[in-house]
């Protein structure tokens, strides 16, 4: 079946400009999350839905970036007034489970590279 | 001081190696261990999961948790050239969600 899919795959922005990035998790898949990837660094958390509820956005590094899924499915990253700080790869991940439990999978898509100019 | 350590390699290693990966930790928290493997331009796939202390084998590769010195170990056997890749160790909280990774190694197998 179809994995989880992002978009734009690439996108390059000017200083200053608002970007958004977009998430398609698996069907049917709860939870979903929200990473950033920095050059030659592992995947940072952002933040986590449950269905449409936002239950933790404690990555989220500044309140420039705002995170939505406002029917518990897709969902969108948004970047205002980018900086160059903000180029990094942003990775959706989703998975099946409400809550944690020992078979707590979560399944990456495959990026979104970001690079401000 | 980052919660996970990881060395970034890169790791070179000849067809048929057995190579070891590891990581460090400081959050006596972490209950579940997990090694992903991410090639270029992709997302991690996750390749070895293990709760708690022990070992978990899966074909060539072996997973190893050691909860007392905070260490875990990814090994794989008979490595090939498919296995070159960015190997990432994640780690959560019982009652948590989100991934806590390392830096990721950089492998690359030589045939």
């Known amino acids: 079946g179809a994995g989880v899919s992002q978009s734009p795959r690439y996108k390059v922005a000017k200083r200053g400009q608002d970007v958004a990035l977009r998430c398609d998790p698996i069907?049917?898949?709860?939870?979903l999350f929200w990473y950033q990837q920095a050059l030659g660094q592992g995947p940072e958390f952002l933040t986590y839905?449950?269905?449409?509820?936002?239950?933790?956005k404690s990555g989220l590094p500044s309140d420039r970036f705002f995170a939505e899924r406002p029917e518990g499915s897709v969902s969108t990253l948004k970047i205002q007034r980018t900086q160059q700080e903000d180029s990094a790869v942003y990775l959706c991940?989703?998975?099946?489970?409400?809550?944690?439990?020992?078979?707590?999978?979560?399944?990456f898509g495959p990026g979104t590279r970001l690079t401000v100019l | 001081q980052k919660e996970v350590e990881q060395d970034p390699g890169p790791l070179s290693v000849p067809e048929g190696a057995i190579v070891s990966l590891n990581c460090t930790y400081s959050?006596?928290?972490?209950?579940?261990f997990m090694w992903y493997r991410q090639y270029s331009r992709k997302g991690p796939e996750l390749l070895m999961y293990?709760?708690?202390?022990g070992n978990k084998e899966d074909g060539r590769f072996t997973a190893q948790v050691d909860k007392s010195s905070k260490y875990i170990s990814l090994f794989i056997r008979d490595s090939q050239p498919s296995d070159s890749a960015t190997y990432l160790c994640?780690?959560?909280?019982?009652?948590?969600?989100?991934?806590?990774f390392g830096t990721g190694t950089r492998l690359t197998v030589i045939p």
């Open positions: 069907s049917g898949h709860v939870s």
């Open positions: 991940a989703s998975s099946h489970h409400r809550t944690s439990g020992s078979d707590h999978e979560q399944f």
């Open positions: 994640a780690m959560r909280g019982t009652g948590a969600n989100n991934l806590f």
């Open positions: 959050n006596s928290a972490f209950q579940y």
């Open positions: 839905f449950q269905n449409e509820a936002q239950l933790d």
């Open positions: 293990t709760y708690s202390s």
